[in-house]
DNA sequence: CTAATATGCAACCTGGAGGTTGCGTATCAT
DNA sequence: ATGATACGCAACCTCCAGGTTGCATATTAG
């Protein structure tokens, strides 16, 4: 899409394409399913029951990490990750925004074709 | 990710994932926000003043179209882009059920801790 | 002290995402 | 009728996401 507009969303937005990213995976939101619960959890029992292998779970959790979603902390041998609901939050007032922009338009549409 | 897990939230859901992972572009992003105005568009003015080419443009609509987020409808030569607002809808009421289960999760936890 | 546990790091593999080009075909404008 | 416009289809390219394996290292358990 132009360069401009690109530019002008971005400019001081939070990057929502790598967040929104972060969740389009399905074993991503499974662990962020796991994670909502507030609790933090390690590696090893995220790992526990999963198809994958544990380095790929940690891959996944550092993509999660990247994009803000989610917070690791070492606790003596295993690291834990939690998660951050602030990121999820901006989602989801993003996609408000989206649905608002919506609304306002096409009500001015009516209006214009009322008159 | 245990296979219970995944399939117990995947079973009857829509494609979360998938409709993430559509917006998990920036190209794409774009695309739904310049679409966001309501009227449908084509192709051609999407295409317009942008960086890639207009098989790319379409190759990003159809990703948005199999994730329902957009629908698409020909129009003489043009094929016109329109916004769904309910799978987004739908992406935002997810992110607000990830949110308040975090808040029962973690008030159950406080009762206890008090207790 | 020693074995088991929990991770990190790095190399490596493979498929598909994102992009391009070329060409064929409706449809619209003149 | 004819040229310009708006697409669709298909082949092709490149790079990186998602996954694995192997090995080294720090912690904890007994």
Redesign the pocket.
């Known amino acids: 899409m132009s360069r401009q507009i690109h530019k002008s969303l971005a400019a001081h937005e939070p990057p929502y394409a790598v967040a929104f990213?972060a969740l389009?995976?399905e074993?991503?939101l499974a662990l962020v399913q796991r994670l909502s619960a507030g609790r933090p959890v390690?590696?090893?029992?995220?790992?526990a029951g999963a198809?994958?292998?544990?380095?790929?779970?940690?891959?996944?959790l550092r993509?999660l990490e990247r994009a803000g979603i989610v917070r690791?902390q070492?606790?003596?041998?295993?690291?834990?990750f939690a998660l951050d609901r602030r990121p999820l939050h901006d989602l989801q007032v993003y996609l408000e925004r989206v649905g608002r922009q919506w609304d306002e338009t096409l009500g001015r549409l009516k209006v214009f074709v009322e008159e």
Not at 42 to 47: A, D, M, R, V
């Open positions: 990213a389009g995976d074993t991503r390690s590696i090893s029992e995220l790992t198809r994958i292998t544990r380095q790929a779970v940690t891959k996944h993509v690791s070492r606790w003596g041998r295993e690291t834990r």
